[in-house]
């Protein structure tokens, strides 16, 4: 899985699976850890997978979907 990390002046981390294409992004702080962010994602990972399997199914109910997610686990 595709993890785009974006470290900015910020208190707190955010993990976002965007609607558009299911994509995964983290924003965290600076001199946050990279190990920490990694074990947030893990922590994590049923709820992104509940998140993308929901925009898939989203995408294919409208008829918005022309891609398939790809994800290796």
Known sequence: ??????KKRIKRMYL???PKDG????S???GMPDRI???FVEKNINWIKE??????????????????MKCCY
């Not at 899985?1 to 974006?6: P, R, S, W």
């Not at 993308?52 to 409208?62: P, V």
């Open 1 to 6: 899985m595709d993890v785009v990390i974006k």
């Open 23 to 26: 994509s995964v992004n983290i």
């Open 51 to 68: 998140r993308q399997a929901k925009i898939l199914l989203d995408k294919k109910e409208t008829g918005e979907i022309d891609f398939e």
């Open 37 to 39: 962010i990694k074990d």
């Open 16 to 18: 976002r699976v965007s």
């Open 28 to 30: 965290a702080p600076i």
